[in-house]
């Protein structure tokens, strides 16, 4: 989308999603709750939330939780997605994605054209592009050549 449709209501109606979804974050060995909320371009909303394990290493973050509920529907073409985080789910800083996280995004989302909202709360939050925080980042346009 462009940056002008993404209004304040669409962004605040994607921060109280994500904020409802994160007491189901599963976090019994970091306590650190982490939830989002994908919007499609379809207009389709997908939550997810950090699920952690005893191994560790399967621990799924938040975004991609979201990202995949969306992409083994058949959604993959995506507008912007609203982050909240914290230590025992109290949102005292913004909550970047982790490079992970980043790398799956620039599979499904355009650089320019993709949104990623932190949030604090419904009134304190900040947006970036894809872009800005993935700068010169290896996509599927890489491989295409
Ligand atoms: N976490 C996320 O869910 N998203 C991120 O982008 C950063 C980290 C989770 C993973 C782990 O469960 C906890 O936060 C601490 O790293």
């Known amino acids: 989308m462009r940056r002008e449709e993404l209004t304040e209501e669409i962004c605040k109606n994607l921060i109280e999603r ?14 650190f709750k982490v939830a989002a909320a994908l ?18 290493t399967p621990t799924s973050c938040a975004e991609r939780t979201a990202f995949f509920k969306a992409v083994s529907e058949g959604i993959c073409h995506f507008d912007a997605i609203a982050i909240v985080g914290g230590k025992e789910g109290v ?20 650089p320019k054209k993709f949104f990623i909202i932190l949030a ?7 947006i970036y592009t894809l872009e800005e925080i993935l700068p010169f980042g290896f996509s599927p346009e890489n491989l295409s050549n």
């Open 120 to 126: 604090r709360s419904k009134e304190e939050f900040q």
């Open 18 to 31: 994500a904020i409802e979804t994160l007491p189901y974050a599963y976090t019994p060995y970091s306590h």
């Open 39 to 56: 919007l499609a371009e379809n207009g389709k909303i997908y939550t997810g939330c950090n699920i952690e394990n005893a191994s560790y």
């Open 91 to 110: 949102l005292e800083q913004f909550c970047p994605p982790c490079g992970v996280c980043r790398q799956v995004m620039a599979e499904f989302c355009h």
